[in-house]
């Protein structure tokens, strides 16, 4: 990795990830609602139509369906294709090309093709836009044996992550969220890949494991600096990939704290959250000194208003309450 | 067509006898529509089949031997044990995949074209469909993404008048399906897809105009099977399970596409009654071996179970 190094935005990583993968490989290519629209997918397509043109860079009609199909069909026939959902409630329509056939294709066909295709969904939470415009639905593709899923929480991780997603032999589904576009980090100029699978430990603590995704990273980390003026010390790791989970991290720091905050930007039920407290149940349970706590989404669709977004959305406060309960 | 025929019926016994377990969709009477266009393409170019594929797949250049071992579930077959009946693919042909999901592949083989469009490489796709999958969004959602993007694909649509078992009137407004290309501006045509010289030429044209960067054209191509829609009581004629009416079967069954092709060579000299029997020999000896690979081939261990979940 370069050491050459100067601050971005994890929107504009994004787009560093795809200027470089689309001039390194002729196979790789973006297609989606809204590439060429500055305002739908902020600047993370931005300078790709101009740069590698309209066959490579393809604004479709809203037929996710027929759109993402065809990306993977694309990806059968050899392709590299990238679709995106700027608006991940959408994909919803797309879910059989991504399941029946994307997921299942290599296995099903045993091993005779493979489908190398990225689906980008974005998060668009917040802003009061109410129950379709703001569901996280990772866990139900996390769900699909066939899939990675990665959720990076940093600038370096999503430029790192959508170059891994890109280079990857499966369908790797990239999730990453409106929330986080504008945080700024220093990112590495050369194209670089973030390994799927891994997890990173951002802080390191001793007292409690909490284990953050996506934009519960940034906030699960306030919340350690919060708790150490309290004298709890908090490890801090980051999954960034959902799918699959790195256990041995989670396990190895637990075997430490033997005290587990799972903090996930889904739905509380049936999601990571709950996956990665049963695996802890299975391989770690007398590991742990107190139970495991879930900060999560309420069982709730997403509301407009402002005054009950605020009570549904989790932030660094329900992390630090959370630990507090078990510390 | 001979091959594809002999070897569908070949798996009406093993069916009935309960040794093939899978789901099993026969193709027989509709050979002339896989022959006809298949014999328009390039190896290198793209198909991509349904869940009735295997005449899809023999007629791509697929070989019998890993689809009936397919069909039964050994390691041998073409996906290896894990597709059956459903997933037969070869990708070195050009066979791209096979899958029963009504409508599910349509948008895979607009990807394939989308693909030869970017890399410029001058194949076309080819999507098999039935009439069934009419009734899915994502078919319409692909003829207008097609045209729009003036892909090279070929839509066809093997309209054997029954989804499933419901009659084409029950599921649809019309039963003439090909004018579901025109607000689309895709050529259209409605052909007999029992007559193989006619699919051929049809094709022909088609794939020309494809190939030419026009754009995708829409086949309907009128057939009917001449088995039920899936074995084993279905794929027997006559009983509970197949509903169409004994004079329609009787009127199709005339209308063999096999039969009148051989008639069309017979009575213009192009071939004589030994050669076509020769033929058969060779073609019946072609599936005994297929048979006697299958039969010699083990199935999948227990502990391959999650091979091929990742590459």
């Keep these: 990795m370069s050491t050459n190094k100067r601050t971005l935005n994890y929107a504009l990583a994004i787009n560093e990830a795809l200027h470089q993968m689309m001039e390194m490989d002729d196979s790789v290519f973006l297609i989606g609602q809204g590439v060429k629209s500055p305002w739908y997918v902020g600047n993370t397509a931005r300078g790709l139509l101009q740069r590698f043109g309209p066959d490579r860079v393809i604004d479709t009609p809203v037929s996710e369906n027929a759109v993402t199909g065809a990306a993977v069909g694309a990806a059968i026939a050899g392709m590299k294709a990238v679709v995106i959902h700027p608006r991940m409630d959408f994909m919803m329509y797309a879910m059989d090309p991504i399941i029946n056939e994307a997921a299942n294709w290599h296995y099903m066909n045993g091993g005779r093709a493979s489908v190398p295709v990225v689906f980008w969904g974005v998060i668009n939470r917040g802003g009061e836009q109410a129950a379709q415009h703001s569901q996280a639905i990772h866990a139900f593709f996390s769900h699909v044996p066939g899939l990675k899923v990665v959720m990076p929480a940093t600038p370096s991780d999503a430029k790192g992550l959508m170059i891994a997603a890109i280079q990857d032999p499966d369908p790797v589904v990239f999730v990453d969220d409106r929330w986080l576009h504008y945080n700024e980090e220093s990112v590495p100029e050369d194209a670089y890949a973030v390994p799927i699978g891994q997890g990173a430990i951002r802080r390191e603590g001793e007292d409690v494991t909490v284990v953050g995704l996506s934009y519960l990273l940034p906030e699960a980390m306030r919340a350690a600096d919060e708790l150490k003026k309290e004298g709890i010390s908090a490890e801090v790791i980051d999954l960034r990939t959902v799918k699959p989970l790195d256990k041995n991290l989670i396990l190895q720091s637990l075997y430490k704290t033997g005290r587990l905050v799972v903090a996930d930007v889904g739905w509380k039920s049936y999601g990571v959250s709950g996956e990665i407290t049963a695996m802890v149940a299975e391989e770690a349970f007398r590991m742990l000194k107190a139970p495991v706590v879930r900060v999560a989404l309420p069982d709730c669709p997403a509301p407009a208003s402002q005054s009950l977004e605020a009570v549904y959305y989790p932030r660094c406060r329900q992390i630090i309450d959370a630990v507090l309960k078990i510390v | ?311």
């Design chain 2, 1 to 311: 067509m001979i091959r594809i025929r002999r070897c569908e019926e070949s798996l009406v016994e093993p069916i009935l006898r309960d040794e093939v377990k899978c789901p099993v969709h026969l193709y027989s009477g509709e050979e002339a529509i896989a022959v006809g266009v298949c014999a328009c393409l390039e190896r290198t170019d793209y198909v991509f089949g349904n869940h009735r594929s295997h005449g899809h797949y023999l007629a791509k250049g697929g070989a019998v031997g890993p689809l009936i071992a397919e069909i039964f579930g050994k390691k041998t077959g073409c996906s290896r044990g894990r597709g059956g009946s459903m997933h037969v693919i070869d990708p070195e042909i050009g066979m791209m995949g096979s899958a029963p999901i009504v409508g599910g592949t349509i948008s895979l083989a607009l990807g394939a074209a989308l693909a030869s469009k970017i890399r410029k490489d001058q194949r076309v796709s080819v999507s098999f469909f039935g009439d069934g999958a009419t009734g899915e969004g994502v078919l319409y959602e692909s003829l207008n993404f097609a045209s729009l993007k003036k892909l090279p694909l070929l839509f066809v649509c093997e309209n054997n008048l029954y989804s499933t078992h419901l009659p084409i009137l029950e599921c649809r407004i019309n039963d003439v399906i090909h004018e579901i290309g025109k607000p689309c501006s895709i050529a259209t045509c409605r052909i007999d897809g029992n007559n193989v010289i006619e699919v051929y030429e049809t094709a022909k044209d088609a794939l020309d105009q494809c190939r030419r960067g026009e754009g995708p054209v829409f086949i309907e191509a009128l057939t009917y099977r001449l088995r039920g829609h899936v074995g084993p009581d279905d794929n027997i004629q006559g009983t509970h399970t197949d509903i169409r009416p004994a004079e329609e079967i009787k009127e199709w069954t005339r209308r063999d596409p096999i039969q009148q092709f051989e008639r069309h060579l017979l009575t213009s000299g192009m071939i004589t009654l030994s050669e076509i029997e020769a033929m058969i020999t060779e073609i019946d000896s072609e599936i005994r071996d297929a048979y006697q690979f299958t039969q010699n081939s083990e199935f999948p261990q227990p502990h391959e179970l999650k091979n091929y979940v990742y590459k």
